[in-house]
């Protein structure tokens, strides 16, 4: 085959007018066949199949070395270009949308990842889970969906998948079969493959926010009360460290996210992550990761080292993505030392077993405190836990913010200045309930009004309605 000439405009493709509409587009009949699941599988392959021909072929026939330099539109122009040649050469009947979608999709097989890159570019979407080459799901306002995405094999969500974690210098294989990495734009991956993923590659992608959150957007949609919001803009303002907690996918980076514009500009913040995803607005800010070991087992760069390393670098706060194990130790030591106004997150269910996981990974350090030093750290260390949960219906609501007030005994005593109450649940499945103050003063109202922060204390009235 001769060299293709990728500078003449695509010829139009044959399209028959006679065609008759497609299942999906012609009016229900309870005459018209129903299409199988495996006729409607072997359609996909083979569609599929013309994808991956045509991808060879641009290999093939590109100069790849020349890609790099090439405009977006430029390049995508090109591989139309090459897509109607070859449309045309294997006799295919495709009208002007069909071979538009099919080049789309041969550019994304390209230059994005594949099937996936339209539901990336979906802002409906919150998360994608791909469970195998032919299962993908996507999580829209809380509720999960199925979708008509595949993957022609496991080989070919392999490609993807090595093409992720390539991007940000990581490896994925049968030595290290699980890894977190993220996207160019931020979003989260991670990513299990054989022998621990039996079915097939899994995927889990958790997609960056273009717009993050603030905590007026979170009162819009109902996340918490003007008021509430305005508290703890208040106590981030007043240098109050604060932990939050949750469940998975409940919330808590982007309530960290929306709580950190709290924080002046005149700070220095370093955020230490597991995958860079905070999506800090200030603009002094170092960001760190970690790094996994190499292949021989060697460089390995933990969460604690970052920690302990970032106390060096003369940080006003120090931001953790997420608190999970020994390095909670060393974030309690930086609360204690000078940086007020830290934050973390935590997974935990509710504020009491926020405190009971940190002493946990406390003694995962190693160090030999008694349990009364050990708590005596925290209770000294964290000011406030902001409980955060989604709900059945798949909504996500502050669930109670909590402070911490000290010792007594032995026990780490907290009060309660917010709370969610479920009242019940409608036939649609949608949960109903009312924010309520419990009536008690919390002791950083002192601190925010030495700082002139102003705060309306009726709003602390348990029998005044929140709205």
Known sequence: MGRFNLTRPAAPVPVDDAEPPRPSEAAPSRHQPQVEPSAQRVSENKMLDVKMKIHARLIEELDLSKLEKLADGELRRQVMSLVADFARDERLVLNTNELEELGASVHDEMVGLGPIEPLLKDDTVNDI?????????????????????????????????????????????????????????????????????????????????????????LVDVGAMPQCVADFLHGAIKARV???????????????????????????????????????MQQPHVVRMETRPPNIEGKGEIRQRELVKNALRMRPDRVILGEVRGEEAFDMLQAMNTGHEGSMATIHANTPRDAITRLEQMVAMSGMRLTPESMRGQIASAI???????????????????????????????????????????????????????????PKCLDEMMRRGIAYDVAHFDPSRALA
């Open 241 to 279: 460290s604060t932990v939050i907690s949750g469940g998975t996918g409940s919330g808590k980076t982007t309530m960290l996210n929306a709580l950190s514009a709290a924080i002046s500009h005149g700070e220095r913040l370093i955020t230490i992550e597991d995958a860079a995803e905070l999506q």
């Open 129 to 217: 889970l791909i469970n195998g080459p032919f299962q993908v799901y996507v999580e829209r306002r809380g509720e999960l969906e199925p979708t008509p995405v595949r993957f022609r094999d496991n080989d070919h969500l392999l490609r993807i998948v090595n093409r992720i974690v390539a991007g940000v210098g990581r490896r994925i294989d049968e030595s290290q079969p699980m890894v977190d990495a993220r996207l160019p734009d931020g979003s989260r991956v991670n990513a299990a493959i054989a022998p621990v993923a039996i079915d097939g590659a899994c995927v889990s992608i958790r997609k960056f926010s273009k717009k993050p959150y603030t905590l007026e957007k």
């Open 383 to 441: 000011g406030m836990i902001v409980q955060v949960m989604r709900l059945s219906d798949g909504k996500r609501k502050v669930m109670s913010v909590t402070e911490i007030t000290g010792m007594e005994g032995q026990v780490v005593q907290m009060q309660e200045i917010f709370a969610f109450h479920r009242s019940h649940t409608t036939a649609d499945g949608a949960v109903h309930g009312e924010f309520r103050a419990t009536g008690l003063r």
